[in-house]
């Protein structure tokens, strides 16, 4: 029996590299366009699987026979959330704020297949060291942090400012590989 089609609903091209590590190529990619605005009062871990959740569905919906993978990844600093920061002065407070502290990343994972969805919530914790204003004006300057959630990428050269984590490497940079791998699995989906 043929594998249902597989959709990634992401416009991350991290998430397509990650996916490739183990072996999984989607048949198709269709970024889902959802507002993610979080609500009033909703925690990080819950805004990460329910914009998960509204990617896939928003896919599925015009894909009911494929099996649809989409994520969410935020990062949560005290009781600060970060998201995509908009400019190079929000990214300069993001990093501000994660200078010399600890902070959660948070990514949701969600599978929607045969009109079902399931997902799962991953949580890493990172360190990082004290930022100069020097280093923070020359990463700003890099526009690496264009695009990822907390204004940094710990898979490019703001992986030197990492001291530690606890947890999913991959879920930081955008997909938790044994996550998602269980997830396809339920549906139904295995790589060849
Ligand atoms: C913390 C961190 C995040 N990120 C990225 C992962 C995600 O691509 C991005 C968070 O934004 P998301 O909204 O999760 O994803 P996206 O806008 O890139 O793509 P789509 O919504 O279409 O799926 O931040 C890194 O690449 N490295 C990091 O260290």
């Known amino acids: ?3 249902p089609e597989l959709v990634l609903a992401s416009a991350s091209p991290r998430r397509v590299e990650l996916l490739a590590l183990v072996g999984i190529v989607p048949d198709r990619i269709e970024p889902a366009d959802i507002d993610e605005t979080p609500l ?7 805004l990460a699987a329910r914009l998960a959740r509204s ?7 015009r894909a009911p026979d494929s099996v649809v993978l989409a994520a969410d990844t935020v990062v949560a600093v005290g009781r600060r959330l970060l ?3 908009a400019d190079e002065a929000e ?4 990093l501000k704020l994660l200078s010399g502290r600890n902070h959660r990343v948070f990514t949701g994972v969600a599978v929607a297949a045969g009109g079902a969805i399931r997902h799962r ?3 890493a ?4 060291k004290v930022l100069s204003g020097d280093e923070i004006a020359a990463y700003v300057r890099s526009g690496e942090w264009r695009g990822k959630a907390g204004a940094y990428g710990i898979q490019g050269r703001a992986g030197a400012f990492v001291t530690r984590i606890v947890g999913s490497y991959p879920a930081i940079v955008g997909l938790p590989l044994h996550e998602t791998v269980n997830l396809l699995a339920g549906a139904g ?3 060849e």
Do not use: I
Not at 40 to 46: G, I, N, Q, V
């Open 189 to 191: 989906w295995r790589a």
């Open 55 to 61: 990617k896939a569905e928003a896919v599925a919906a």
């Open 125 to 128: 914790r990172v360190s990082m």
């Open 83 to 85: 998201e995509k920061a």
């Open 121 to 123: 919530v991953v949580e």
């Open 40 to 46: 009033k009062d909703e925690t990080p871990p819950r």
């Open 91 to 94: 990214a300069v407070r993001f």
């Open 1 to 3: 029996m043929s594998r």
